[in-house]
């Protein structure tokens, strides 16, 4: 199983970016996905989750700023990141809970992570 999270960038104050992962291999199903971020110095931080019917939790810093919302058939999560500021940069890593097989234990994946900088 591998996630591969894209969109990451460059944007100005203020700017916008929408952050994808896509989790494939042998997936029987996704339960909870989300999105942590880490920044220079700092511990990584819980940013958004999403469970499988769609319930969503968000960090008080990025609420009314940035949604989650994922295609489960397309086992593929997005953050979408609007009025971004300068202490959202980043590296923003997705994770998903997966099960490999019916009746098989869920275990915990992670991207890679993909670089925000949020600078003028």
């Known amino acids: 199983v591998q996630l591969q999270a894209s969109g990451g960038g460059l944007v100005q104050p203020g700017g916008s970016l929408r952050l994808s992962c896509a989790a494939s291999?042998?997936?029987?199903?996704?339960?909870?996905m989300g999105w942590y971020r880490q920044a220079p110095g700092k511990q990584r931080e819980l940013v958004a989750t999403?469970?499988?019917?769609?319930?969503?939790i968000y960090a008080d810093s990025v609420k009314g700023r940035f949604t989650i919302s994922r295609d489960n058939a397309k086992n593929t999560v997005y953050l979408q990141l609007n009025s971004l500021k300068p202490e959202d940069t980043a590296v923003y890593y997705c994770?998903?809970?997966?099960?490999?097989?019916?009746?098989?234990?869920?275990?915990?994946?992670w991207g890679q992570g993909t670089q925000v900088t949020v600078s003028s």
């Open positions: 999403i469970t499988s019917g769609g319930s969503t």
């Open positions: 291999g042998s997936i029987f199903s996704i339960n909870g």
């Open positions: 994770n998903a809970e997966i099960s490999r097989a019916y009746g098989s234990r869920w275990f915990n994946y």
